[in-house]
Every structure is written in C-alpha cells, then in structure tokens.
C-alpha cells in the first residue's frame, strides 16, 4: 500500500513485502532515500534521529513497529513480555509528542483482543490495524483540511512553523494540509515559511512539499516572524501540535510560542491544527507536558559544519509551550475548537 | 596603533603601514584572517559583505576609507570632486546603521578645515581624525560598560542577541561590553547567546568573544528566547543598535523587536546599549528608518551549504524595528537614557 495516491498526499513511510520503509526526512531535501526497517529496533532508531519525524507520523511509524516487534515470536507464552518489552522500547523514543503513547495504547488494546489466537493472529491484526492507522490518518487530515480551510478569506497569506504536512503524518498533513485545503479553495496568495532552528524543517521539509505542490511560498528566518506581522504581511497562521492539555495549552516545535505571543500583538489569528489523538485529557495543562532536550550538536553543527567555536555547549529545548489564551482556535477532524477549551475539548470527545 | 591593549578590548581594525587591515569577519570562528585594504573600495566592499560589521566599527572603518580614498589625491582642485566620490561611495555601502553617515559627517568637517592647505593636509588630518575616532569609541564603550553594568543585580542570567562586543565596534563593545562590565562586578551567571540567524553572528561571533573572556555562556536558537522567558531563565536583555530614533524606536538585527516583546510580556528589562553617535535625531521615529533587504542566499545557504530545495526565494530583512514602549532604557556614554525618550534624548544632546 501507500504509494503515493494522488500527488495532494503522499506518504512518508509504507508497508512493502519485508517491511516498513520510511523516506529518510534528515537527508531531505538534498537526497530522497528511503530507508529499510525490519526490526522495531530500526523503527526506534529512525524516531529518535528524527529520519520520521512530526506527532502523526510517528504514531502510525510505531503501530508499524509493533507488527515487526512481534511478528517473530513463534511461541504463544512470550507473546506477552514480547509487546512489553516492544512497546517499552517505542515509547522511551520521544517524550513529548503523545500520539506516539496513544498509538501504543490502541495498539495494546489490539494486542489483547488477539493474543490468545496465537502469535500469526497477533501479527495479522497488528498489520491490519496498522494499515487502518495510516489510512485513517490520511482521512482525517483530509477533514482538518476542509475544516481549517473555512477560516481564511481570499488573499491571505499564511505564516507556518517547522513542518507539518504529509512529510509529517501518514500523509496530507495538518497544518500544512490546512493551508493546502485553503490555497486550493483560492484563499492563499503566499505562505511564509519559518526556517525553523534548529533543524530547518520548514527550508528543508516545508519549503520541498509546497514545491511540489505549486503553493508559492518565501522562506524566512524565524527572526522574521516580528518584522512580517508588525508591516501587516501576516493574515493567519496555522501550526502544528505535539501535545494538547486538556485546557488547550499545545506543546509544539521550539519558536511556536514566540510566533503565538507575536500574532497576539498584532491581532494575527492563530490556529493549531491536529487530529484528537494529538490532545492528551490525561495532561492538565502545559505545565504537565515534558519537554524534550536534545543533544546540543543539532545547534552548534549544521549539516556538519561547525556553526560556533569548538567547545561551545548549546541548550537545546526541541518544543515550547504555547498557552491556550494565545490560541485562536483548534482545527481537528471533528470541526475548529474555540475558547474556552475545557469545554470545547470535552465537547469533542463526545461529553456534553 | 590598535595592537590589543588589554585582552578585554581587542580591535576588529589596524591601520598600520600601508593601510587598514580588517579581521574578515565572515571567516569566524573556524579561521581569524586579517584582510588589507588599501582602497576605498576595499573597504566599501569589506562593509557591505560583512567582512567588518556593526554599526560603530562600521563608521570607525568608513573613517580609515576616507583617509585610503584621499591620500592618493596629488592635484589640489581635485580634493573636492574626490571627497565627495569617497563619500557616497562609502555611504553607500549600507543603509540602516546611522554611524556610518554620522562618521562620514565629521570626516567632512575635518576636510573642510583643511582642504585650503592642500591633499598632504587632508590625509594628514583625515588619518589623524580617523585614529582619533578609533580611540574615542573605545572609551566611549567603556563608559556604556560602567554605566550599564549599574543596572543588573548579582547572579543575572542575561541574554543577548547578535554580536556588539569589540568585533562590532573599534573595541570593548556597546551591548557586550555592558555585559563584560557587570561580569567583572561580579553580576553575571551566564549569558544566553541567540546564535541571530541569519549570519549567525551570536553563535560565531559573541561565542567567540565570550570564550576568549572566559564568561560563561550558552549558545541558543533564536526560538528558544521565548521558553527561556517563560521559565524564569532570563534576568534581563542587552542588544544593539543600528540606529535609534528622536523618540526612541531603535533599528537593530532582525529578530531584536522578536525578543523586545517576548521580553514585555514576560516583565524581563529590555535594553538598548549605542553610543550617542547611534542616535539619529534627524529620524523622528522608527517608521522612517530604512530597513535593509539582503540577498536571499544568506538565508538559504549555510556556509555554502544549501539548506532549502533549489530555486527557494527567501526574504530577507537585515533589521527590524524595536518601538521605544518596549524598551526598559538606552545605555550610552552619558549615562542611562529612560522614558519618554523623545526628553532623555535631547537632554543627552545637551538641550533642556
């Protein structure tokens, strides 16, 4: 499956004879190679250095890695201590992004409606859960798309950070996939695309999709991001998210905040735009929501040059924390949740 | 002159021989290479590549152009025509910092009191000025250095964005040297460097000062000024300026008014550290400051690597403009400028 069904959403990743191959995104977009994942090892590995990378994407990456972890048990009694053991490995990748746990936790409940049928049953619901995901995913961009394209009028230029399109999910994207949604209805003129330190997804993953696609878009650094809004070149942003609380508060790439507190200075509307596995109730608030730390090289080398005098230490925060107040509205699957988000989250999880 | 005097203002300029010698600017931190020029245009061309930067080191520089442009003159009626050649072509070179214009000013002054006693004279008094200028601004940031190291408490974690240490003026610093100043009084913690994409001007130049200072210091993204803020992890901001004008507005790298209003919201003091000669009072405000595009290169490569797909146009402001409100105080060598600007300046310039 998974080839590239229309040339609006393709898929970083697919399911093919042996195993799971994903399109190795740190190459990108220099060299498009993708890569071969047999073991959930690989699959752990390839989520750590970010070779997949964005909240959706891994989610379906490790329900893919689940299938390869227990597809080699032969005997029915370690099928247990197998998935712990492969779950354990997938989820300790990255401690931010929640759709990742949330995979993992449907990806359990499968686990437990096949595991006394056997290992060969377990494999085979695995991958057709898996397969479900991935397509799934897809269906539900499109319909944030559709959802998030409402909120632009004609003319507007789109301001977004790091990525978030099919490079970043099971494919069409979230906010990217917003943008595109909106740009085909004629209401996008231009996209500014933050470069979005320190490992440039957006000149390198952002800028390469909207390529592909015909969107016109201008690169800026995300020191841009002031200078833009304060001479009114800004109509709306639209990002992604890596972890909603149940209040609203959205952990997302290192810079989103900055972006939020600049668009509530200048009345720029600002919208997140994830599916619901992204908001995790079971967090309170930002406060809750660990942020990952990575190594300081992501800063001080670009591309393997040496940016900064040797022995300069870095710190290295990959996600910060933008605070319900500054968010305009949530685009999900389900419609734009607005404010006040205690109740609206509630609301789209089907409580009055 | 200008052999390092102490090893806490080192010079970015030399004139010594047959010319001006620039550290090349756009080398550092992997190589420190002394560049010599002996025309005018080396000069021009040394400013507007960057190879000398910063807008106190830019005017000392267009200082020493002056005397290179006027020492090969032999024909008394064509001093005038050749001053004035001199002059728009150094004037030229970069539009937003205002020192350059002010020391091309007081070059002219210097011309006009000796032009009568012909093209030896001029050199001799341009070249005299020139070295006198040099000398001057170092004292002048020394003076900025006392003056602002009053205003931060012990064990401040400071934060600053750019460079404006020696390398950005003829010594010591403005910004930078207000944090070396409060480091030797014992109230510096640690600095947070913004690496200030996109020439990486932090995380190769302020790091390198900061390392052969032996203050401690942590290189970030741009991006992380905002989480940094919001943990309590930023006691106050020091930057630069380009230009400052009559009310105050203040001209500075881009992404500076970024960190001004990341710095209100979160009640951190905001200043501003520029000799007087930064201060346009010709400007009335920052609307009518002209803010210089660069090539869209400096965005999409890194250090010749290119780091977004071919045929990517970025945009590319060089400054922005940070609006007084938003700034705690203007550090300069007659002391600490505060709210309402448009009075604190023109008492600073001597009027009631």
Redesign the interface.
């Known amino acids: 499956m998974s080839e590239p069904r229309s040339p609006d959403a393709f898929s970083p990743m697919r399911w093919e004879g042996p195993g799971l191959q994903l399109l190795e995104q740190t190459k990108l ?2 060299e498009e190679v993708w890569i071969d994942c047999d073991t959930p090892e690989q699959v752990a590995d390839a989520i750590r250095r970010l070779a997949v990378r964005g909240a959706p994407a891994i989610g379906v990456a490790a329900a893919y890695g689940l299938v390869l972890g227990m597809r080699t048990v032969r005997d029915p009694g370690r099928l247990r201590a197998r998935f712990e053991e492969v779950s354990e490995l997938l989820g300790s990748t990255r401690p931010t992004a929640v759709n990742l746990r949330w995979a993992l936790g449907r990806g359990r409940e499968v686990f437990e409606r096949s595991v006394d049928q056997g290992p060969e049953a377990v494999t085979a619901a695995l991958l057709a859960w898996a397969r479900e995901l991935h397509a799934e995913d897809v269906r539900i961009n499109r319909r944030i798309g559709e959802h998030g394209a409402t909120l632009f009028a004609g003319g507007s230029r789109v301001l977004t950070h790091c990525n978030t399109g099919s490079l970043a999910t099971a494919g069409y994207g979230t906010a990217l996939g917003v943008i595109q949604s909106a740009w085909r209805d004629g209401k996008v003129e231009r996209v ?1 695309v933050d ?4 490992l ?1 997804q957006g ?2 993953l952002t ?2 999709e909207l ?1 592909k696609l015909g969107i016109p878009f ?10 833009l809004m ?1 001479r009114g070149l800004v109509d709306g942003i639209v990002v992604g998210a890596d972890r909603i609380a149940a209040n609203g508060d959205t952990a997302n ?3 989103t ?2 972006v939020a ?2 668009a509530h ?1 200048h009345g720029v509307p600002f919208y997140v735009a994830a599916p619901l596995s992204t908001i995790d109730r079971a967090t309170p608030n930002g406060a809750a929501i660990p ?1 990952e730390e990575r190594k ?1 090289s992501e ?2 080398e ?2 393997g ?5 040797d ?7 990959a996600f ?2 933008t605070p319900a107040e500054l968010i305009t509205g949530i685009i999900t699957e389900v419609g734009v949740l607005r404010p006040p988000y205690e109740r609206s989250i509630a609301g789209a999880f089907g409580e009055p």
Request: overall charge positive; aromatic content about 10%; proline content about 6%.
């Open positions: 977009p220099a500014w470069e979005t330190r320190p440039l000149a390198r800028a390469w390529k201008r690169l800026v650094t995300d020191n841009s991001a002031g200078i304060a790439k290192i810079g905040y900055t507190v600049l200075r942020i300081s800063i001080t670009v591309f040059t040496r940016i900064a005098p022995e300069t230490e870095a710190l290295n925060f910060d924390v």
